[in-house]
């Protein structure tokens, strides 16, 4: 990590020492948006295409990490759990009371294996941002949970389609109901935009965007902690002293965020599971 | 679909934030964007996205209270 941070705090700046109470007068320079454009491995020069990075690397792991949790939870599945098949099944039984159940019913429960799977994959992927020496959370490139809500998208118009028809579940979707006619001219199109349109990109943007904002704090902290850390100062033993204290306050800040951060990512991951459950009971319910 | 509690805890049919919010934002951006087209396509500096905007802001709000508020 220390290797990270020192290039983060370095960049852009030829300082040879990048640390506060230098002599070379040079400054912080706060980790920006080239930590989410990892440099490629593997580059195939294909337009729109970011050949293989690191986020190609840590997708892989965290695809490994729910393989081995169902591995090692479910391998010996017995009526009577032991304590590994438990957690696997507090789990699932925590999903289906919470989420799938109170947002569409009984009905909803086919939905479930669907709903843990993205669940975890999410929470792995976004806990990759503070495992030590990966340290990318997978979902802070927006192409990857574009996939997955573009997934749920397509399922959301599946379901409704084969539920009531296609006449029936856009008609649902573009006309409100109980409203006169003479305003639906005005309002077909705000629900199309609506539903179509702005539903998929915020639910895609959300996770996105929270554990994009989330893992530059961290590295901000993380630099900030760095860069301030210069005990042996030309400058003097006192602004040593000072240096280790500011460095040790920055530190406490990153742990703290650290852990606020493993909150947010279950939290994130809870939701986006939340809002499909809710989009597809509506599309089961039909006509609102 | 009853006691579904929301990501904010409201208990509120159906209102959840993120549709409410898609409501106003969509009808700002479609009306507001054929104001805007029909001041490109008609030579106006700003005429029609005003109205535009505030169409369908009108749009979005009477969304709203058609679905949850009446509801």
């Not at chain 2, 087209?37 to 369908?56: E, H, V």
């Amino acid at each position: 990590m220390s290797a990270d941070v020192r290039t983060v705090a370095a960049a852009g700046g030829d300082c040879p020492e990048p640390h506060i109470f230098n002599q070379q007068g040079c400054g912080f320079e706060a980790p920006g948006t080239d930590l989410f454009f990892p440099a490629p491995w593997i580059d195939f020069g294909l337009p729109l295409s970011s050949g293989i990075t690191k986020y190609a690397l840590v997708l892989v792991i965290s695809a490994l990490v729910v393989i081995g949790f169902w591995y090692f939870t479910t391998r010996k599945a017995t009526v009577v759990p032991s304590r590994r098949q438990s957690v696997a099944e507090l789990l699932v039984s925590f999903i289906r009371d919470q989420v799938t159940r109170t947002t569409m019913g009984k009905a909803g429960d086919k939905f479930l294996p669907l709903m843990v799977t993205l669940f975890l994959f999410i929470f792995a992927m976004n806990l990759m941002g503070i495992i030590p020496g990966l340290q990318l959370p997978v979902t802070s490139n927006l192409a990857f949970p574009a996939v997955l809500a573009l997934f749920v998208f397509v399922l959301w118009n599946a379901v409704g389609i084969r539920t009531h028809g296609a006449g029936a579940h856009f008609k649902a979707r573009l006309v409100p109901s109980g409203v006169p006619a003479w305003i639906l001219p005005l309002v077909v199109p705000i629900e199309a935009l609506s539903n179509f349109i702005i539903r998929p990109l915020t639910h895609s943007v959300r996770l996105f965007a929270t554990m994009f904002a989330g893992h530059l704090l961290l590295a901000v902290f993380a630099a900030a902690g760095f860069y301030m850390f210069n005990p042996t100062t030309a400058m003097g033993p006192l602004l040593g002293a000072v240096s280790v204290g500011y460095s040790g306050i920055a530190l406490i800040g990153f742990l703290l965020f650290t852990v606020f951060e493993l909150f947010i990512m279950a939290v994130q991951a809870y939701v986006f599971i939340l809002l499909s459950s809710i989009y597809l009971g509506e599309a089961m319910e039909g006509a609102h | 679909m009853n006691g579904r509690s929301g990501a904010g805890g409201n208990d509120a049919p159906r209102a959840n934030a993120v549709t409410v919010v898609s409501y106003l934002l969509g009808g700002l951006a479609f009306w507001g964007g054929l104001g805007w087209l029909a001041d490109r396509m008609l030579g106006f500096a700003t005429l029609f996205l005003p109205i535009g905007m505030l169409l369908g802001l009108a749009g979005g709000i009477y969304l709203i209270i058609a679905q949850y508020v009446r509801s």
